[in-house]
């Protein structure tokens, strides 16, 4: 699975239930060599455009006229997000064989992921028998709940799929970037994070900087392969509330230290989020 959903070309009908909203869009990915391509076209309005080129992903607004252009030092599937090494994966998950179904009128095997803590979320996993792509995904909260599910309704697999383009050359079209300044060492950040639950590491500290805007973040990106976390260190903003929010899968929280704010935010549960913001801490200069 995890060779054929970066080498392999093929395009479907994707549809994604997140935050119990449905969303429709067709989906391509293009692979030559050692380079990816990612595609989305929304079926629906809010009618959007969406390109993942490595570390840059490029979301058109076509209503609004407005693209936004994130820089991001990691390659993260829209469909999926899978460990490098799953060997590692099992000192926090368990991994077994499910039932063989159907999904977009192929046959699948399920695979069960169960968490060994209550800092993850459980998943199931749908991969096509034949070329190894994951055609549904699920994940559940502690209680059981379905949260968040991807499914293709009809998916075709290609000899090859052109690279798609956004004509960023159209009149009145709003740009707005947001860029990272370079990776940062994470011993020269001004805070520590004392409670990080086994299994999750770092992937990278960078600083952002949006477009037009004079303030910079900090952002620190934890994950286990399946679930990820982000720290965002910015400036005190007292009107933003402090109690958890939760959308779908992904829970935040904001934690206030001085003039400082930090925002913790991931799709892991709420226990996760309260656990890690708890170990936040200024060093002493």
Not at 85 to 106: H, I, R, S
Not at 156 to 164: D, I
Not at 168 to 182: E, F, P, R, S, Y
């Amino acid at each position: 699975m995890q060779a054929s959903i970066k080498t392999l070309n093929y395009q479907g009908t994707v549809v994604f239930l997140k935050n119990n909203t449905l969303d429709s869009m067709k989906y391509f990915h293009a692979a030559n060599e050692d380079v990816e391509q990612e595609h989305l076209l929304s079926l629906n309005s809010p009618v959007r455009e969406i390109l993942r080129n490595a570390d840059k992903v490029s979301c058109l607004f076509k209503d609004l006229k407005k693209i936004e252009i994130n820089h991001l030092p990691t390659h993260r599937s829209f469909i999926i997000n899978l460990p490098k090494d799953f060997n590692q994966q099992t000192a926090y998950y368990d991994f077994k064989l499910g039932e063989q179904a159907q999904v977009a009128l192929l046959p699948t095997q399920v695979i069960l992921i169960k968490p060994k803590d209550a800092f993850r979320y459980a998943r199931k996993i749908w991969i096509d028998k034949h070329h190894k792509l994951p055609l549904k995904t699920e994940v559940y909260d502690p209680t059981g709940a379905i949260i968040e599910q991807v499914m293709f309704t009809e998916l075709k697999v290609k000899k090859s799929l052109p690279f798609a383009s956004i004509n960023l050359n159209v009149a009145h079209l709003k740009i707005k970037h947001i860029h990272q300044t370079g990776l940062q060492a994470l011993e020269k950040a001004v805070f520590t994070v004392n409670n990080v639950p086994q299994g999750f590491k770092e992937v990278f500290f960078i600083q952002m900087q949006m477009h037009g805007s004079k303030q910079s973040v900090k952002h620190l990106l934890l994950s286990d392969g399946f679930s990820s976390v982000s720290i965002y260190q910015e400036a005190q903003d007292e009107t933003v509330p402090l109690e958890i929010q939760s959308a779908g899968s992904v829970n935040s929280l904001v934690k206030r230290i001085g003039k400082l704010q930090f925002v913790i935010m991931g799709d892991v549960p709420v226990k996760t989020i309260q656990f890690i913001a708890n170990g936040i801490s200024l060093k002493t200069p």
